[in-house]
Nanobody, 127 residues
Framework: QAQLLESGGGSVQAGGSLRLSCAAS????????MGWFRQAPGKEREGVAA???????FYATSVKGRFTISRDNAKNTLYLEMNSVKPGDTPEYYC?????????????????????WGQGTLGPISS
């Protein structure tokens, strides 16, 4: 069973950059769909970006062109490179994984149904 641990959130000015990481406890994660999801207090969770095991990526319209999702299977780690950060990017970010759901569907479902979740990490905080 994959366990996920996010890190990397912190203070950054609007327009700045930040990279989130999600370390998986097992190498089997490389065959899973992985994704980043975020949720602000009082709001519904939303999909940010997701990536299939074959490297296919999908992004929310609000982050397309600014964020990049990637994975390093050798390190069992998922990344989210966040550029041109905006105030709306501040929610808490969660990493998720699933062996059955494809990335496009994971985004469509806003992560609902994905089997494994991390504890979350804060997104960009205005400095």
């Amino acid at each position: 069973q994959a366990q996920l641990l996010e890190s990397g959130g912190g203070s950054v000015q609007a327009g700045g950059s930040l990279r989130l990481s999600c370390a998986a406890s097992e190498a089997t994660y490389s065959t899973y769909c992985m994704g980043w999801f975020r949720q602000a207090p009082g709001k519904e969770r939303e999909g940010v970006a997701a990536i299939d095991s074959d490297g296919s990526t999908f992004y929310a319209t609000s982050v397309k062109g600014r964020f990049t999702i990637s994975r390093d299977n050798a390190k069992n780690t998922l990344y989210l490179e966040m550029n041109s950060v905006k105030p709306g990017d501040t929610p808490e970010y969660y990493c998720a994984a699933d062996s059955s759901i494809r990335a496009a569907k994971a985004m469509e479902r806003e992560g609902n149904g994905m089997a494994y979740w991390g504890q979350g990490t804060l997104g960009p905080i205005s400095s």
